[in-house]
């Protein structure tokens, strides 16, 4: 397990790369993303209202991802170098385009 400021190191850098990718897509998509390197909300009012929050789990070196009434859990991977979905084998980008696409109809890529 990663010890403690490793892993915010590495969270840090995997919400600033998530936070500017998500920016981008949603001035393209129309909708909003809020917070800082602690936690990030994706806002959604169409085509329904909805609220996706992306947090880090300290404690257990996980980044959960609370959207479409689903929790992922991510753990980090040495050998991906990356937080990756122990259940689907997904990335963090892969698990958030996925979800993103459900919510907005369409498919779309960080």
């Known amino acids: 397990m990663l010890d403690e400021r490793d892993f915010q190191r590495k969270a840090d850098a995997a919400f600033d790369d998530l936070k500017r990718r998500l920016l981008t897509l949603g001035d393209e998509h129309g909708f909003d993303v809020e917070g800082e390197s602690g ?13 996706f ?4 789990n300290t404690p257990i070196r996980e980044i959960w991802i609370s959207a479409l009434s689903t929790s992922f859990k991510l753990g980090w991977s040495d050998t991906k170098n990356t937080f990756i979905s122990e259940k689907t084998g997904e990335n963090l980008l892969e698990v958030m385009s996925r979800v993103v696409s459900q ?6 890529s960080l």
């Open 39 to 51: 936690k990030l909300e994706v806002i959604f009012e169409e085509p329904e209202e909805a609220k």
């Open 53 to 56: 929050v992306v947090s880090p």
């Open 103 to 108: 919510q907005l109809g369409q498919q779309v």
